[in-house]
Protein backbone atom coordinates (compact mmCIF):
# COMPACT_ATOMS: atom_id res chain seq x y z
CA UNK A 1 0.00 0.00 0.00
CA UNK A 2 1.06 3.41 -0.53
CA UNK A 3 3.43 5.04 1.67
CA UNK A 4 2.84 8.79 2.56
CA UNK A 5 5.92 11.06 2.72
CA UNK A 6 6.25 14.68 4.39
CA UNK A 7 9.04 16.56 2.79
CA UNK A 8 9.78 20.05 4.80
CA UNK A 9 11.76 22.41 2.64
CA UNK A 10 13.48 25.90 3.34
CA UNK A 11 10.85 27.48 0.84
CA UNK A 12 9.01 29.93 2.49
CA UNK A 13 7.24 26.86 5.34
CA UNK A 14 6.49 28.36 8.59
CA UNK A 15 6.30 26.26 12.10
CA UNK A 16 2.45 26.01 11.97
CA UNK A 17 2.66 24.07 8.58
CA UNK A 18 5.01 21.98 9.90
CA UNK A 19 3.23 20.81 13.01
CA UNK A 20 0.14 20.69 11.35
CA UNK A 21 2.12 18.01 9.18
CA UNK A 22 3.96 16.16 11.62
CA UNK A 23 0.24 15.91 12.88
CA UNK A 24 -0.72 14.48 9.89
CA UNK A 25 1.81 12.06 9.41
CA UNK A 26 1.54 10.78 12.92
CA UNK A 27 -2.31 10.07 12.87
CA UNK A 28 -1.25 8.23 9.18
CA UNK A 29 -2.68 10.61 6.91
CA UNK A 30 -1.29 13.25 4.65
CA UNK A 31 -2.52 15.49 2.18
CA UNK A 32 -1.15 15.14 -1.40
CA UNK A 33 -2.13 17.37 -3.87
CA UNK A 34 -5.39 18.27 -2.43
CA UNK A 35 -6.45 14.86 -1.45
CA UNK A 36 -6.38 12.75 1.30
CA UNK A 37 -4.08 9.97 0.99
CA UNK A 38 -3.90 7.47 4.05
CA UNK A 39 -0.49 6.02 4.67
CA UNK A 40 -1.03 2.61 6.21
CA UNK A 41 1.23 2.73 9.41
CA UNK A 42 1.36 0.95 12.21
CA UNK A 43 -0.23 3.65 14.44
CA UNK A 44 -2.60 4.02 11.72
CA UNK A 45 -3.36 0.47 13.10
CA UNK A 46 -3.44 0.91 16.26
CA UNK A 47 -5.68 3.56 16.50
CA UNK A 48 -8.34 1.55 14.70
CA UNK A 49 -8.59 4.17 12.11
CA UNK A 50 -9.10 1.52 9.40
CA UNK A 51 -12.28 0.15 10.78
CA UNK A 52 -13.47 4.12 11.09
CA UNK A 53 -12.98 4.36 7.54
CA UNK A 54 -15.08 1.55 6.44
CA UNK A 55 -17.52 1.83 9.07
CA UNK A 56 -18.10 6.21 8.15
CA UNK A 57 -17.69 5.19 3.87
CA UNK A 58 -21.18 3.66 4.54
CA UNK A 59 -20.83 0.67 2.51
CA UNK A 60 -22.68 -2.00 3.18
CA UNK A 61 -19.72 -3.79 4.73
CA UNK A 62 -20.24 -5.60 8.32
CA UNK A 63 -16.82 -4.47 9.91
CA UNK A 64 -15.51 -6.90 12.62
CA UNK A 65 -15.20 -5.64 15.82
CA UNK A 66 -11.93 -6.05 18.49
CA UNK A 67 -13.94 -9.55 20.21
CA UNK A 68 -14.39 -10.84 16.71
CA UNK A 69 -10.90 -10.22 16.13
CA UNK A 70 -9.18 -11.39 18.96
CA UNK A 71 -11.27 -14.44 18.65
CA UNK A 72 -10.08 -14.93 14.75
CA UNK A 73 -7.03 -15.12 16.21
CA UNK A 74 -7.59 -17.53 19.40
CA UNK A 75 -8.61 -19.76 16.70
CA UNK A 76 -5.82 -19.80 14.33
CA UNK A 77 -3.48 -20.25 16.82
CA UNK A 78 -5.52 -23.21 18.69
CA UNK A 79 -4.98 -24.90 15.33
CA UNK A 80 -1.33 -24.95 15.60
CA UNK A 81 -1.56 -26.85 18.99
CA UNK A 82 -2.95 -29.97 17.35
CA UNK A 83 -0.93 -32.62 17.46
CA UNK A 84 2.19 -34.20 19.46
CA UNK A 85 4.03 -31.48 19.54
CA UNK A 86 1.24 -29.32 21.54
CA UNK A 87 3.34 -28.25 24.28
CA UNK A 88 6.83 -27.08 22.21
CA UNK A 89 4.50 -25.08 19.66
CA UNK A 90 2.23 -22.99 22.32
CA UNK A 91 5.40 -21.45 23.39
CA UNK A 92 7.25 -21.29 19.77
CA UNK A 93 7.20 -18.05 17.10
CA UNK A 94 4.90 -17.48 14.66
CA UNK A 95 5.91 -17.34 11.02
CA UNK A 96 3.60 -14.77 8.53
CA UNK A 97 4.19 -15.47 4.68
CA UNK A 98 3.71 -12.42 2.94
CA UNK A 99 2.29 -12.08 -1.15
CA UNK A 100 1.53 -8.64 -1.74
CA UNK A 101 1.63 -5.29 0.34
CA UNK A 102 2.89 -6.80 3.44
CA UNK A 103 6.16 -7.57 1.42
CA UNK A 104 7.22 -3.88 1.50
CA UNK A 105 4.92 -2.64 3.95
CA UNK A 106 5.09 -5.19 6.68
CA UNK A 107 3.75 -2.59 9.93
CA UNK A 108 4.40 -5.55 12.19
CA UNK A 109 7.58 -6.31 14.23
CA UNK A 110 9.85 -9.07 13.26
CA UNK A 111 12.80 -10.76 14.26
CA UNK A 112 13.64 -12.39 11.00
CA UNK A 113 12.63 -13.01 7.49
CA UNK A 114 13.38 -15.72 4.81
CA UNK A 115 12.03 -16.41 1.16
CA UNK A 116 9.91 -19.37 0.94
CA UNK A 117 7.70 -20.38 -1.70
CA UNK A 118 3.94 -22.24 -0.45
CA UNK A 119 1.97 -24.83 -3.14
CA UNK A 120 -1.48 -24.89 -3.70
CA UNK A 121 -2.11 -21.35 -3.82
CA UNK A 122 -1.19 -18.98 -6.30
CA UNK A 123 -1.13 -14.96 -6.16
CA UNK A 124 -4.00 -13.26 -7.91
CA UNK A 125 -5.92 -10.01 -8.50
CA UNK A 126 -9.30 -11.25 -6.78
CA UNK A 127 -10.31 -9.06 -4.26
CA UNK A 128 -12.03 -5.92 -5.33
CA UNK A 129 -11.71 -3.12 -3.32
CA UNK A 130 -14.36 0.21 -2.83
CA UNK A 131 -12.69 2.07 -0.68
CA UNK A 132 -9.29 1.55 0.08
CA UNK A 133 -7.89 1.98 -3.55
CA UNK A 134 -11.01 1.86 -6.06
CA UNK A 135 -14.12 3.75 -5.10
CA UNK A 136 -17.91 2.21 -5.33
CA UNK A 137 -18.13 3.79 -8.83
CA UNK A 138 -15.11 2.31 -9.67
CA UNK A 139 -13.13 -0.42 -7.68
CA UNK A 140 -10.11 -1.29 -7.11
CA UNK A 141 -8.27 -4.93 -6.87
CA UNK A 142 -6.20 -6.40 -4.87
CA UNK A 143 -4.51 -9.53 -3.92
CA UNK A 144 -5.45 -12.57 -2.09
CA UNK A 145 -4.27 -16.30 -2.27
CA UNK A 146 -6.34 -18.33 -4.38
CA UNK A 147 -6.69 -22.08 -4.92
CA UNK A 148 -4.24 -24.13 -7.09
CA UNK A 149 -0.22 -23.83 -8.69
CA UNK A 150 2.32 -21.94 -5.99
CA UNK A 151 3.51 -18.84 -4.76
CA UNK A 152 6.86 -17.04 -4.24
CA UNK A 153 6.84 -15.04 -0.87
CA UNK A 154 8.29 -13.63 2.11
CA UNK A 155 7.48 -14.75 5.80
CA UNK A 156 8.41 -13.12 8.58
CA UNK A 157 9.09 -14.54 12.31
CA UNK A 158 7.20 -12.76 15.21
CA UNK A 159 8.98 -13.75 18.33
CA UNK A 160 6.57 -15.46 20.76
CA UNK A 161 6.28 -12.77 23.39
CA UNK A 162 5.37 -10.57 20.46
CA UNK A 163 2.51 -12.83 19.01
CA UNK A 164 -0.24 -11.59 20.45
CA UNK A 165 -0.01 -7.89 20.05
CA UNK A 166 0.93 -8.45 16.39
CA UNK A 167 -1.20 -10.21 14.98
CA UNK A 168 -3.89 -7.71 16.50
CA UNK A 169 -2.06 -5.25 14.74
CA UNK A 170 -1.94 -7.43 11.69
CA UNK A 171 -5.70 -8.62 12.38
CA UNK A 172 -6.94 -5.20 12.30
CA UNK A 173 -5.11 -4.61 8.61
CA UNK A 174 -6.20 -7.61 6.69
CA UNK A 175 -9.29 -8.83 8.35
CA UNK A 176 -10.84 -5.62 8.22
CA UNK A 177 -14.32 -6.94 6.42
CA UNK A 178 -13.54 -10.79 6.93
CA UNK A 179 -12.59 -11.16 2.67
CA UNK A 180 -9.51 -13.14 4.01
CA UNK A 181 -9.31 -16.74 5.20
CA UNK A 182 -6.74 -16.45 7.77
CA UNK A 183 -4.58 -20.43 7.36
CA UNK A 184 -1.69 -22.38 7.88
CA UNK A 185 0.34 -22.67 5.34
CA UNK A 186 3.58 -24.99 4.62
CA UNK A 187 6.47 -22.61 3.56
CA UNK A 188 9.28 -24.41 1.57
CA UNK A 189 13.02 -23.46 0.95
CA UNK A 190 15.01 -25.73 -0.25
CA UNK A 191 14.95 -28.47 2.28
CA UNK A 192 13.50 -26.06 4.75
CA UNK A 193 9.94 -26.41 5.93
CA UNK A 194 8.20 -24.75 8.51
CA UNK A 195 4.11 -23.52 8.79
CA UNK A 196 3.40 -19.50 8.72
CA UNK A 197 -0.29 -17.92 9.00
CA UNK A 198 -1.47 -16.95 4.78
CA UNK A 199 -4.23 -14.70 4.30
CA UNK A 200 -6.07 -16.44 1.44
CA UNK A 201 -9.30 -14.92 -0.10
CA UNK A 202 -12.55 -15.70 1.14
CA UNK A 203 -14.81 -17.18 -1.63
CA UNK A 204 -17.87 -16.38 0.42
CA UNK A 205 -17.54 -12.83 0.55
CA UNK A 206 -19.12 -10.62 -1.49
CA UNK A 207 -16.06 -8.70 -2.68
CA UNK A 208 -14.38 -11.78 -4.34
CA UNK A 209 -14.22 -11.22 -7.94
CA UNK A 210 -15.05 -14.68 -9.40
CA UNK A 211 -13.65 -15.26 -12.64
CA UNK A 212 -12.92 -12.15 -14.26
CA UNK A 213 -10.88 -11.07 -17.43
CA UNK A 214 -7.70 -10.13 -18.12
CA UNK A 215 -9.08 -7.07 -19.57
CA UNK A 216 -11.09 -5.96 -16.67
CA UNK A 217 -8.32 -7.01 -14.03
CA UNK A 218 -5.87 -4.09 -16.53
CA UNK A 219 -8.42 -1.50 -16.61
CA UNK A 220 -9.60 -1.55 -12.68
CA UNK A 221 -5.29 -1.45 -11.59
CA UNK A 222 -5.00 1.16 -14.64
CA UNK A 223 -7.53 3.56 -13.44
CA UNK A 224 -8.51 3.10 -9.93
CA UNK A 225 -7.95 5.23 -7.16
CA UNK A 226 -9.06 5.21 -3.46
CA UNK A 227 -8.09 6.34 0.36
CA UNK A 228 -5.18 4.61 0.39
CA UNK A 229 -3.71 5.62 -3.07
CA UNK A 230 -4.13 4.00 -6.87
CA UNK A 231 -4.47 0.21 -8.03
CA UNK A 232 -1.03 1.11 -10.02
CA UNK A 233 0.91 2.28 -7.36
CA UNK A 234 0.01 -0.85 -5.47
CA UNK A 235 0.73 -3.39 -8.33
CA UNK A 236 4.44 -1.42 -8.98
CA UNK A 237 4.79 -1.60 -5.25
CA UNK A 238 4.25 -5.45 -5.37
CA UNK A 239 6.76 -6.09 -8.29
CA UNK A 240 9.56 -3.96 -7.30
CA UNK A 241 9.59 -5.76 -3.69
CA UNK A 242 9.32 -9.00 -5.23
CA UNK A 243 12.44 -7.97 -6.83
CA UNK A 244 14.23 -7.03 -3.86
CA UNK A 245 13.93 -10.53 -2.80
CA UNK A 246 15.13 -11.96 -6.21
CA UNK A 247 11.53 -13.34 -7.00
CA UNK A 248 10.80 -12.92 -10.56
CA UNK A 249 6.86 -13.32 -10.81
CA UNK A 250 6.46 -12.86 -14.51
CA UNK A 251 2.03 -12.78 -14.59
CA UNK A 252 2.81 -9.58 -12.05
CA UNK A 253 5.58 -8.24 -15.02
CA UNK A 254 3.06 -8.52 -17.52
CA UNK A 255 0.29 -6.74 -15.67
CA UNK A 256 2.34 -4.07 -14.63
CA UNK A 257 3.41 -3.94 -18.72
CA UNK A 258 -0.14 -3.54 -19.77
CA UNK A 259 -1.34 -1.38 -17.17
CA UNK A 260 1.38 1.42 -17.97
CA UNK A 261 0.32 1.13 -21.55
CA UNK A 262 -3.09 1.71 -20.76
CA UNK A 263 -2.23 4.54 -19.17
CA UNK A 264 -0.07 5.62 -21.65
CA UNK A 265 -2.81 5.82 -23.84
CA UNK A 266 -5.61 7.48 -22.04
CA UNK A 267 -2.80 10.38 -20.90
Known sequence: MTIAWVFVKNAGITPSAVTNALRLLIDGCVMSDGQGIIALTRAYLESRKLQELVVQSGLDLRVLNETELEQSIQDILKQRLRGAQRQRRSHSDVWIFAYGSLIWNPTVKFSDHRV????????RFCLWTP?????????????????????RGIAYRIPAEDILAELLILWRREMVVGSYTPRWVKVVD????WDAIAFTINHSHVMYTGNISNEVVVNSLATAHGKLGTCADYLVHTVDGLMKYG???????????QVMAQQL???
Not at 247 to 257: A, F, Q, T
Open 116 to 123: GTIYGWHR
Open 131 to 151: LGRGTPENPGLMLGLDRGGSC
Open 190 to 193: GKDR
Open 247 to 257: ICDKPLLKLKE
Open 265 to 267: LTQ
